[in-house]
């Protein structure tokens, strides 16, 4: 059991022999002592005041003395209003210590056959272009959202939505056919889906350029000129013959989907996430169709004049919904619905979490009333994880004009810029080739990880890439070079050959006790990151936890200290240390060098 656990047992057994009074140990939840007073936990007894019939310092000053005379490891005690403020006895953090480096999961709790079932979608990219920044955002809060909440026991299922289909797409493979001249990724020498994006953005040149022409030839306004192009006219045909299973335009989508999916495999390995099932719009949108028309027959949609088919959603305080057009065709609404159809075919799901951006809350406020009244168990209480939108300094990005941001060329520039902060640093001296080039890909992604997931992911964000790569601060190379220090500390202590011995009578020092208790609330900050669902908690504990050591290793000495129980205690802080740095950065997805 953790210390808090400890203690909450023993305060509900207080307060029942005190004042009569049945508490379950877990609605105790001790808290952290403000640095001001003195203690180590702290716990509110204004929930018992009323059945003690005392003022809070009284009952605070009885449940304190009962804790002394009967709990072990309660040292002393003092009462500041309703806060009873505990000092745990000191050597008795030596066997949270000791507890700590024996277990391997510390922190972590294993799921069961019969723990609830969470899916967790992320990433739910176009086929008409590469990977961006936002993506980068979404792909990585989604990666670890799914660790925390495997670490807190939950069975956890990672998925991805394709959209492999729609007008964007049939925009790409129009301008394939008008200006590509038969060029393929290794004829042009590009990832496939670099390659795709290219012919997205050249539509959107020559488009412009036509609604300009019209525009001009017509004496009308832009606007005017839209509706009139020939260009958006032919990307819509083809979509219509796309939904009309025209062989010829299907085996031109095919192909050209191929090139991409094989693009954003590399970058999503290189990114380190990965997916345990992978479902595909054009796939999905016919099931979606499907339950619309279920909908339509049961009432719970209805057609208007034109054909269209719709939701009336007025009840729930919203507005009318469109589900399929009037020409037949779907929206985004129709294949959420198909996808949510399969997976519900293909899993048990308890919980279903989207992790998109917070331009699409209405969005999931509808799908969350359609699925609901669809018959979906979970719809009701289906969770859209909304975060906020990432930028650079110069901007914001937008992919139809090519100014977007592309993911691989972001983890390039990362990598690079890693490279020329350790060199100049001297962080490098002495390494292989080979190593150098494993640690500047584990610090430039580190670093790029890190600055995105530290931050709480309901917020707008800027992202800097010089500040990320900083080896000072709130920065994941920061925290990847504490971890580095920490095992290079242990591997001369095993080259001194010092043998492990008994550090438990061995009373801590001020400074250690604060690094165990640090320890010791890893378990909490797990479970509260995954309640909340924000990596950043994580993160952010993360960067106090290698401060703290940091200030330890500064007043301390390890290796070189002459008491082997003074020394084997410290030697086991290291290593708890490191192995929960280890643990914490995995929930972020972000590996940690042994050397540096």
Known sequence: MTIEEILAQAVAKAVKELYGVETAAEAIVPQTTRKEYEGNLTIVVFPWVKAARKAPEAVGNEIGQWLVENEPAIDRFNVIKGFLNLVIEPTFWNSVLHHIVETPDYGFTEATESSPLVMVEYSSPNTN??????????????YSLSQILKACGNRVVKTNIVNDRGIHICKSMLAWLKWGDGVTPEKAGKKGDHLIGDFYVLFDKHYKAEIKEIAKRDNISEEEAEKR????????EMLRRWEAKDPEVRKLWAMMNEWVYAGFDQTYKRMGVDFDKIYYESNTYLEGKEKVMEGLEKGIMFRKEDGSVWADLSDAGLDQKLLLRADGTSVYMTQDIGTAKLRYQDFPIDKMIYVVGNEQNYHFQVLSILLDRLGFKWGKDLVHFSYGMVELPEGKMKSREGTVVDADDLMEEMVEGARQVSQELGKLDGLTAQEIDEICETVGLGALKYFLLKVDPRKNMLFNPKESIDFNGNTGPFIQYTYA???????????QGFDKVDYLRVTPNEKEIELIQALANFPSVVSEAGRTFSPALVANYTYDLVKQFNQFYHDYSILKEEDKAVKALRLALCEATASTVKKAMGLLGISVPERM
């Open 229 to 236: 192009s020939p260009l958006m006219e032919d990307a819509r």
């Open 129 to 142: 272009k590469p990977l961006h920044l936002g993506h980068v955002r979404n792909n990585l809060l989604g």
């Open 485 to 495: 220090r920490i095992r290079s500390v242990l591997r001369k202590a095993a080259e």
